[in-house]
């Protein structure tokens, strides 16, 4: 009922819908907002500036307008021109603290954390009630990876400042640095309390819920929310995700489409709309879904990748196909559009073409350990063994220990008859998967082969105890030790 009642809320509210993106970009930490003095002669403030730089003039600004015109350009990032309006405005107006707490913004960006530490306590002194002290010592203890002193003073800052929902959204980040996403999801809600346009805060609260697992408590929060913001697109969005994530499909659905009703032109509703359709089976309408994104805006490697996963199921290969080449074409940093133009290849048994593709990705991307896995397999149907062993290292190196990768370099070691490398790859792999009979085996037959009688019999006693039926393993890849006695005393 409760989606019926505000789809019809929708409706009502829709033509009053605009953006409300305009804070996605905005800064997570404290936000300004310029409100300009006009001089005599109806020039901004900025513009005065400028023009007396310009000219080396020396013109008259009071406190009000350097602080506006600093602040002007720490937002735009022209720090040298900050650092001139700070120069000049100190010299003006030597005891006026908003310049001063500028200033101690300025040496806190340039990590000169003791000269402005010198600055902060002198305006304690003066004004200790002044929230933006804390919040700047705040600043300093954060790039200095004192999380907990921070959050001490940004509770501190919270007594003396009207702007609770800037540092609330400070404190936040500071709880993400330490990982207690518990207490920064409730100061990212406290910011939405105050502003529910705040959709930095929003995302940064979902981020947490979802960190926590609580899905069932996000959907609660969102509901809510919704109730007050019926046509707020990004929250359907979000709540869309939540149920996505319980494998509620069919609400899922629903709460993307109420998003496009309250943005038509929301690409990301479009593209999680189309992947609840694909978990649905509707693939027909997964693909009218994801092609409306590509109509919408430049198209994203995501749309093009299921595009051509659609086609696949319905057996449209030219397609599929079409839309993978289209995905690396346009981001060929994305592994999963190699993978999967790799794998049609592949399926369709032209392993040369596969291998020619993936032999790019690897070139394009040479620290993706899947990438070398999926080499070394295609290199091992041409028999191409060194560089299938090649390809199987290089996976190991960036990170990929499956269980898999280990047995296979091994295999291919061993035909190089490289056994001292086989030795090793083995013992590193044990180390990761103790005990594990197929490695044991493998490196039973490796001590015997490299004349380690007496390890041999160890790790060969060892597998046989755990599972036997392996023993052919052995047999199989070492069948010249069928004729060491030892060896086959234990075998049978």
Known sequence: MLLVNCLQRIRKYLAQLGRIFELYNSRNTKKRFMHFNLNDDDELSIKKFEKMLKTNQVGFFDSDEFEEIIDHYLEVGKMNLARKAIKLGMSQHPTATGIQLLYAEILVFDDLFIEANTILDGLYERDPTNAEIYIQKANIFSKQDNHNTAIE??????SYTDDKGDVHNLLGMEFLFTEDYSNAKVNFLECIKLDDTD??????????????KEHEDAIIFLNAFLDKNPYSEVAWHQVGKQYYELRMYEKALASYEFAIISDEFFIGAYLEKGKV???LNRIPEAIENYVITLELDDPTSFALLRLGKCHLKLGNNEKALKYFKKTIKEDPLLEKGWIAITDYYSKKGDYRKALKLITEATEI???NAFFWVRYAQLNMRFNLVEDAEYGYRKA????????????????????????????????????????????????????????EHAKGRFYLENALKTDAEFKIIVQELYPQLLENTEVIALLN
């Not at 003073?153 to 919270?158: D, E, I, N, S």
């Not at 190991?396 to 296979?408: K, M, P, V």
Request: glycine share 6%; with cysteine.
């Open 153 to 158: 003073l940004l509770k501190m800052a919270l």
């Open 199 to 212: 959709y930095s805060s929003l995302y940064n609260a979902i981020y947490c819920f979802d960190f926590l």
């Open 277 to 279: 359709l694909e978990k």
């Open 365 to 367: 991307d040479a620290d």
């Open 396 to 451: 190991i190196e960036l990170g990929n220990f499956e269980l898999e990768t280990w047995i296979n370099r091994s295999d291919m070691l061993l035909r190089l008859g490289e056994l001292d490398a086989l030795v090793t790859n083995l013992e590193q792999g044990l180390a990761l998967y103790p005990e594990h009979v197929e490695l044991e085996f493998r490196l039973a037959g490796a001590f015997y082969s490299t004349g």
